[in-house]
């Protein structure tokens, strides 16, 4: 029998920002960090303001500048997007107002929202952290507790420093083995996907584990994180380690001094212990991980780079599914058609998924000394300014420049469309982004999810392609 | 925030599953600082004709004249996935719609629901089929009714499906209240919690 006393990882956190328990299995939880962007945030800021409600402990609510903002060089308040605009003035106001820091259009510090907030040591172990963004998910790599919420409960976050929360489910998600060349984080996570359906982790909170996450460096477990919520997690998170507190070491907001030996020996302690049960349980065998990507218009639609189309599954009530024959009508492709012969118009490197430095030294791996093929436009995204300046101190700019890649300021840019800017109607685009939904990335733009070491390989051969060759 | 405690309307069919807040309100659309005047974006990609454009599209089933004042819809697996944009529940609001009847939701989209006083309900795909399927034969008299206080969902043929949803989510509903005045209610409590916190993870201060 087990220890009745074990807990998960999500239990402890959960269990130490418990305020009250509310009715049923939910609770009044504490929030320790709250970020915000200018797409969402704005609203949340204005409509506070407008209620007369103030941000209680403004120091720890965190805004930028990434969503809308455009990422031509020399950029300003200006934006492709009509309005767009609006939303950074209003940001900027709403800010200043309410005495929160605003990593704003040409700040040093300025980038993507889950890429700066580990980069500068704001996400830590062991804390709630929410922002209105599905994908901050992905800063559970560190071993916090990190959801996306919508623009009200951000609201209630920054004017209670509370949020009332549903008890989610525990899952264990087990990588057992290590990665094959050329295999990332990306492909780990499409593939959980592609096995076990886009909704397969809804009304869970999921660990990830195993050697292969052992193994992985934090940036690439940030990655793994940020699509749990393409899973329909509540969220994804995994025990803090040595690798996550050496990569926490001397950040700008991460502990220092005294408390910096109290909260290591505090993240010391945030793990599932031995006996502790989780509510389900899946367990992948990475030996059968390839570079993956996906065919369709739902992260679920994940293949290995050597498959073909499948045929569309049939229904319980025996009729094909209708969101299959929607998705190959959209994307035009059919059954069996080989993946890697699908031509493509557009090549994108960039997102909270993956624009950080070891994604663009991935990617220049494969792209140094080549050319990305004729006709294929192709711009590559870094995260955030910091992750731009590094990459160009290390010359990745200049591999990707030369072989062809356009390359921009930080921001979420093409990972969607938001009126702005797009490859174009019906232009079939491999992407490093997390969603492949119908029309994200422009009216009706075709997107193939893939890791930035696919994306490259793919932009070098003008078509769909597997990275494995080019190394 | 209005109650919700029982509704009757007609519902509409969208039995796909994975429908994403991308499509129910794409970014375009979302083109204010506001939370208001989103209603028109409201499905825009499948709506209206083209991109941006205002032009309807006659295929799509809330244009279809038997549809007309839609006030629940019917959907698959995985309803607001995706984005956490709540400009998608608000568009839905705008638009008229009470309750979302569907085999699962996005949590982020169905924790937004709850905030705005519309209904989402959870129940086997199987049944929505079949409520699908009795809805279609003629929207306008065979007609969904939703009781939230006994939880169930009546067809027109009377047929009566009871549903789950939280109690605290219940009450928020039930009670039309707003989540930020009923915590202030704690406030003491959370000042406390706070006080004691900051003791225990003093680099979180």
């Keep these: 029998m087990s220890n009745s006393t074990a807990m998960t990882l999500f239990e402890k956190i959960w269990q130490q920002h418990q305020v009250e328990s509310l009715d049923g299995d939910a609770a009044l939880i504490y929030i320790d960090r709250i970020f915000l962007h200018e797409r969402t945030g704005s609203i949340a800021l204005k409509s506070l303001a407008s209620d007369g409600r103030k941000v209680v402990n403004p120091e720890h609510v965190f805004c930028t500048m990434d969503h809308i903002v455009d990422t031509f060089p020399g950029r300003n308040d200006t934006t492709l997007m009509p309005s767009g605009t609006d939303f950074i003035l209003a940001t900027r106001e709403s800010c200043k107002e309410a005495g929160i820091r605003l990593f704003d259009v040409n700040d040093p510090q300025q980038g993507i929202v889950h890429v700066i907030s580990p980069e500068l040591g704001i996400v830590q172990p062991g804390c709630t952290l929410v ?176 498959d073909t189309v499948p045929e569309p599954s049939i229904n319980g009530n025996g009729k094909v599914s209708e969101s299959v024959l929607r998705a190959m009508h959209y994307m035009q492709v059919t059954p069996n058609t080989k993946l890697t012969d699908l031509a493509i118009d557009g090549a994108f490197i960039g997102s909270c998924t993956n624009s ?63 009126g702005g800017e797009t490859f174009g109607h019906q232009k079939r685009v491999v992407t490093s982004t997390n969603r492949n939904f119908e029309s994200r990335q422009g009216p009706e733009t075709r997107s193939h999810l893939a890791s930035p070491a696919t994306v490259a390989a793919s932009a070098i051969a003008g078509h769909l392609a597997d990275v494995r060759e080019f190394l | 925030m209005d109650k919700f405690t029982q509704h009757q309307g007609v519902a509409a069919p969208l039995m796909q599953s994975n429908i994403d807040t991308d499509v129910i309100i794409p970014s375009r659309e979302m083109k204010r600082v506001s939370k208001i005047g989103l209603g028109e974006g409201l499905f825009a990609n499948r709506r209206y004709t083209l991109p941006g454009g205002r032009e309807p599209n006659p295929d799509f089933v809330l244009n279809k004249l038997e549809y007309e004042n839609t006030s629940i819809l019917l959907s698959g697996k995985n309803f607001g996935c995706g984005s956490s944009r709540e400009h998608a529940v608000w568009a839905l609001k705008e638009y008229g719609i009470k309750a979302i009847i569907a085999a699962g939701f996005g949590s982020i989209f169905y924790n937004n629901c709850i905030r705005n006083g519309i209904l989402p309900i959870v129940l086997d795909l199987i049944v929505i089929e079949s409520l699908s399927a009795e809805v279609q034969e003629n929207p306008q008299s065979n007609q969904i009714c939703i009781n939230l206080v006994k939880q169930y969902v009546e067809s027109s043929n009377g047929k009566c499906h009871s549903f789950d949803i939280k109690p605290a989510q219940k009450v928020m509903l039930v009670e039309g209240l707003d989540a930020i005045d009923v915590t202030l209610k704690m406030k003491d409590e959370i000042f406390q919690f706070q006080h004691s916190y900051n003791k225990d993870f003093p680099w979180l201060n």
């Design chain 1, 131 to 306: 922002c209105p963004d599905s994908h901050t998910c992905s800063q559970g790599a560190l071993g916090a507790l990190a959801w996306g919420i919508g623009s009200s409960e951000a609201e209630h976050a920054m004017a209670t420093k509370t949020l009332r929360v549903n008890k989610p489910k525990t899952m264990n998600v087990r990588f057992n083995g290590s990665l094959s060349k050329a295999v990332t984080a990306k492909d780990m996570i499409l593939h959980l996907i592609g096995q076990y359906g886009a909704a397969g982790g809804a009304g869970y909170v999921i660990e990830f584990s195993g050697k292969a996450v052992d193994e992985l460096e934090i940036e690439a477990r940030l990655t793994l994180c940020n699509m749990a919520v393409e899973f329909s997690a509540f969220s994804g998170l995994i025990a803090p380690d040595q690798k996550t507190i050496e990569y926490l070491r001397g950040k700008e907001h991460a502990p220092s001094g005294k408390n910096w030996d109290a909260a290591v020996s505090f993240w010391n302690q945030l793990y599932s212990d031995k006996d502790a049960e989780f509510d389900s349980i899946i367990e992948i065998d990475c030996q059968d991980i390839c570079p993956t990507i996906t065919w369709g218009t739902s992260p679920q639609h994940a293949i290995a780079v050597t």
């Design chain 1, 356 to 418: 950080r430095i070891s994604d663009l030294r991935m990617a220049a791996e494969v792209l140094k000394g080549r050319k990305v093929a004729v006709g294929v436009k192709a711009i590559c995204v870094p995260g955030s300014t910091l992750v731009k300046q590094q990459a160009e101190a290390e010359g990745l700019d200049k591999i990707f420049i030369e072989s062809g890649f356009e390359w921009r300021e930080a921001g979420c840019s093409m990972c969607f469309y938001a």
